[in-house]
Nanobody, 114 residues
């Protein structure tokens, strides 16, 4: 299983970014996927998840600003991030699991300046 995240970068506060994560090696449509992030000096935390049927869940700090979605035809999960804040600065990782084993992408850095 491989997860390739992209789309990070440096933006100003209140701007937007869209992250993408393309998966291979799994039957993409049957798996839940998630986005997590890890800020400097902090533990990795959940950002959002989406089930195989499109049910979504968001962490409180991003609810209403971020949107997770999936395109099963492209084996890709997205994270649309709007109204970004400096505290959103982190490395963002996509994640999935198969048969109880977790798989993680390498991460993409998002830096939000004030």
């Amino acid at each position: 299983v491989q997860l390739q995240a992209s789309g990070g970068g440096l933006v100003q506060a209140e701007e937007s970014l869209r992250l993408s994560c393309k998966a291979s090696g799994i039957t993409f449509r049957v798996h839940s996927l998630g986005w997590y992030r890890q800020a400097p000096g902090k533990q990795r935390e959940l950002v959002a998840t989406i089930t195989s049927v499109g049910r979504t869940n968001y962490a409180d700090p991003v609810d209403g600003r971020f949107t997770i979605s999936r395109d099963n035809a492209r084996n890709t999960v997205y994270l649309q991030m709007n109204s970004l804040k400096p505290e959103d600065t982190a490395v963002y990782y996509c994640q999935t699991q198969r048969s109880g084993v977790e798989f993680w992408g390498r991460g993409t850095l998002v830096t939000v300046s004030s």
